[in-house]
């Protein structure tokens, strides 16, 4: 009998058990004060199914609730105030224009009125006079009066009760949320209940050796603190919590799905560096790499004799020389037997790149083709005998390169130029062309912040070039308004009598209703005016342009044959024409801090000294000069990068929609950078010693890795 005792008092503490762990992902119907139409509205505006779901709801900011006013203390700067004191009356004031319910407010000294438009007669039921009470809100003043208009009540029983006189948490919120009486209140309420009734639910999921390197305090306590802090450094221990553990299991899944991706898929083992390469880089390559470049193709090759196969995110800023990097890997694989595929995002870049390519290997026998869309029937013909055959060495392309029927003969090397402007389900089109798939680089000139490459690209191994090539002279910035147009007209002149070419970008193609800056067309015509052609050669260029006439224009422009290209941003990425000094940027105040540092880069890019001058118009918002007064302190394309995250989010700073992985509950990877640094160094010491976590030490680290990933898909910039 003892021993049945014993074995089902051991079934109760195992049913104890389960059941509290599982309390956490009961859904929120089946919370008190919830309901079935909060509980829809919940789920659908903030994504909240369960308990947990609600606990990882977090305020975004804090109101001191330690502070209590006398009604007579108030003044019209209050933000917030917050009164103890009784409803001596309360009623109805009706007139033409509106009906709402009004309540005298008594500190015991003096009255405020009290004032509610909505839900009036469930506010008079609820509402009990000569009562104590709590009162929290925003005075308005009106008529030499000050009133409340729907604030927060509560008992003062029910207030101390609920420990809310500390920080007081606010939570997001929208009309229809509102509409719903969900309102910061609810949400106290709702939460105070959860943790209330669970304690004991939440299982510790970091390491011995981590809690205490960080001091870190329980799960329980961090999110109890996080919701109801009763002093500002509790707060700051939850917080660090959290936002650790969020970084952490991010850059995990990041670390293993690398160890993955190349346990899983042998890569083309590049094992020589043959003649190509030596030939070329011995006696056609007329400048010295940097140290930088060095670095880099070292990094390349290793990855190239891994067995493994690479994917490789190279990113530097304008004019660094990521092409000659990727010149000098493609000749690794050619030296490999193997073909190279270039894809660029446009017709002018891939042209650039071609021609670009086809100079610098002519030498030493380096077949280099072209597709593009605009690709003739007779050429593409050609081209497919010569690409199966093994005759092309080198694929320069646009998209039209990703169709079913581009095949090679031996694909071993792929290099996307820009990679964010081609669509996951295109580039791994790619994968398809071979038995195996191909090495990956990808190259981008848009600089991205340390951090955020860490959290968007930390499945890939990543390589910077950090500096410019020796002689490459700084671009000076300026910024001028329309007052100094006649200035800058003759100082543009001056350029064009020394020899130098001038860029004039505009943001538009044609006149918008909506939009009152220049656009292109109006531009070129006083620009004509300005330079008139019996003295002054002009081209035009943008993206509407058939195909042929960009690349005559651009021929021309790249001769010296045109003093001036009016342009749109179709020349933003990879134009590349040494003599070119100056690039004007009208309505500058329009484009995004990417967008005009990647203009800026198509001059500075020979010996002479280069200018970048930003036209704006004399209204600024205060991002639009924040932009402007970034460009005009700095070169450096990362410190631009920065900026241009601090304003636009990272979700944007890409210009890609697939930023899901930056969804992140409670971390920041603009303020919590020296946080997410802590994580990923301390992911990849226990990964490296622990790849399978395996180690006693790591257990609780593998069981909340394996929950984490086991009904989710890591989504992949690349493969």
Not at 562 to 582: L, Q, R
Not at 604 to 632: F, H, P, Q, W
Not at 655 to 673: E, R, V, Y
Request: glycine fraction near 6%; hydrophobic fraction near 35%; charge should be positive.
């Amino acid at each position: 009998q003892k021993n049945t005792s014993i074995f089902y008092l051991i079934k109760l503490i195992n049913y104890i058990s389960v059941v509290k762990e599982n309390l956490l992902n009961t859904s929120i119907d089946y919370l008190k004060g919830v309901g079935p139409n909060r509980a829809e509205i919940l789920k659908k505006e903030f994504n909240i199914f369960t308990y947990k779901d609600l606990l990882n709801f977090f305020p975004f900011r804090y109101i001191d609730r330690t502070k209590f006013y006398n009604i007579n203390e108030i003044q019209k700067s209050n933000a917030d105030v917050q009164i103890i004191g009784k409803f001596t009356e309360i009623y109805y004031f009706k007139n033409i224009k509106s009906n709402r319910l009004i309540g005298t407010f008594n500190d015991g000294n003096s009255t405020i009125d009290i004032v509610w438009f909505k839900g009036a007669k469930w506010i008079e039921k609820s509402i009990k006079l000569n009562t104590d009470y709590v009162l929290y809100g925003k005075p308005n003043w009106y008529l030499n009066n000050f009133s409340i208009a729907h604030p927060e009540l509560d008992l003062v029983s029910e207030f101390n009760k609920k420990q809310v006189k500390g920080l007081l948490p606010i939570y997001s919120s929208n009309e229809r949320v509102l509409s719903r009486g969900i309102t910061n209140k609810f949400f106290r309420e709702v939460i105070y209940n959860i943790l209330n009734n669970s304690l004991g639910c939440f299982k510790e999921n970091l390491s011995k050796e981590i809690n205490e390197k960080y001091s870190l305090i329980s799960k329980y306590q961090a999110f109890k603190n996080i919701h109801f802090p009763t002093n500002q450094q509790l707060l700051s221990k939850a917080e660090f919590r959290l936002k650790y553990e969020e970084f952490f299991y991010l850059q995990l899944e990041f670390l293993m799905s690398n160890i993955s991706k190349k346990s899983k898929f042998k890569g083309f083992n590049f094992s020589k560096v043959g003649n190509s390469f030596n030939e070329f880089y011995n006696s056609h390559l007329s400048f010295s790499l940097t140290n930088a470049q060095k670095k880099v193709i070292k990094e390349i090759r290793k990855d190239f004799s891994s067995n493994a196969q690479m994917n490789r995110l190279l990113q530097g800023d304008v004019g660094s020389g990521k092409t000659i990097v990727a010149l000098l890997s493609s000749l690794i694989a050619i030296d490999n037997d193997f073909q190279v595929c270039f894809l660029a995002p446009t017709e002018i870049l891939a042209q650039q790149h071609y021609n670009s390519l086809n100079d610098s290997l002519k030498k030493i026998n380096i077949h280099v083709s072209i597709l593009t869309g605009s690709s003739s029937k007779k050429d593409r013909i050609k081209l497919f005998s010569d690409l199966i055959n093994g005759k092309i060495n080198i694929l320069v392309g646009t998209h039209a390169v990703l169709e079913d029927n581009v095949r090679f003969k031996n694909l071993g090397f792929v290099i996307i130029d820009e990679q964010h402007k081609f669509g996951v389900a295109q580039r791994s089109k790619l994968w398809k062309k071979n038995i195996n798939p191909p090495h990956v680089l990808v190259m981008t000139a848009t600089p991205i912040p340390r951090t955020l490459a860490m959290t968007v690209y930390g499945d890939l191994d990543i390589s910077i070039i950090d500096e410019l090539p020796p002689g490459r002279k700084t671009v000076k910035t300026v910024h001028r308004s329309d007052k100094n147009r006649l200035e800058i007209f003759k100082f543009l002149k001056d350029e064009i009598k020394k020899g130098r070419q001038v860029y004039i970008v505009y943001p538009l193609i044609e006149e918008s209703k909506k939009m009152d800056y220049k656009d292109l067309m109006d531009g070129y015509e006083s620009i004509s005016r300005e330079f008139p052609n019996n003295k002054y050669q002009l081209s035009i260029l943008h993206g509407r342009m058939k195909s042929e006439d960009k690349a005559i224009e651009m021929k021309r422009f790249k001769e010296g044959k045109t003093d001036i290209m009016v342009s749109t941003t179709v020349i933003e990425v990879g134009v590349n024409i040494p003599n070119a000094s100056v690039m004007v940027i009208e309505s500058s105040e329009k484009f995004g801090l990417s967008q005009l540092h990647q203009l800026r880069g198509r001059v500075g890019r020979g010996s002479e000294n280069s200018y970048c001058v930003l036209m704006t118009s004399n209204k600024l918002s205060s991002d639009a000069r924040k932009r402007i007064k970034t460009m005009t302190s700095t070169n450096d394309g990362f410190k631009v990068a920065e900026v241009d995250m601090e304003i636009r989010g990272p979700g944007n700073l890409l210009g890609t929609q697939q930023s899901g992985l930056l969804n992140l509950k409670i971390a920041n990877i603009i303020t919590d950078k020296e946080i997410l640094e802590s994580a990923r160094n301390d992911v990849k010491v226990i990964v490296s010693n622990d790849q399978k976590l395996i180690k006693v030490e790591n257990k609780l680290i593998k069981e909340e890795y394996n929950n984490k990933t086991k009904n989710t898909l890591l989504w992949k910039h690349i493969s």
